[in-house]
């Protein structure tokens, strides 16, 4: 019977973990480097809108150049000192241009490397999350998620802890632990069974005499 009350509750929950000190300095490393992607792509859209200026004025002086050239039908030392001005300044936004482009590839590139360590932080935190869950024994999982009244998963640990240490020390605990879970779940029956069978199989115990109490307050 109480294996079964055990079994049909299994399907209830899943396994969780608890942040560390580690994982919250993951986070805040997460949280630098996002922020330096979100300034890089920000100064990528005033490097762009720069390029984009650089380039409408590449244009005019192009046209520019293209009226001053029709006009031009006798050499004029002003119109070849002004037409000599005008390939200047088109050089220089030449190279300004240029220069843009080149810092924006780099930016793009930075960005794209920033992203790529965001996503190998998060790889390695859930890897590290995992490997600490597995680490640790059913009882100490089970007496974590107790202590934050995660009571399904508590259940399930303590359960499990019972199923592999049939003669462990911890057994008349986990079993009144059990039997609380249940009734901070609302399941009084279930509750019931557990704080009963604390009764009978260790009725020396302190976990014995607290379970009468629960009992009687159960029937409330």
Known sequence: MIKMVISLFLGLSLM???KTRSEVKDVETKQVMAQQVTTLQRTNADTNNRIAELEEQLREMNGKVEVLENKLSKPNPDSEKHMKGMHEQMADASKKLSAYQEELVKQDATIKQLTQEIE???TERAK????????KTPLQLADDYFKQSDWKKAIIQYQKYRDENPKGKKVAESTYRIAYSFGELGMK?????FYEEVISKFPASAEAKKAKAKIKGLKK
């Open 16 to 18: 969780g973990c608890l």
């Open 120 to 122: 190998v932080l998060k």
């Open 189 to 193: 029956d279930e509750a019931k069974t």
């Open 128 to 135: 590290a999350a995992e490997e600490k869950v597995e680490k």
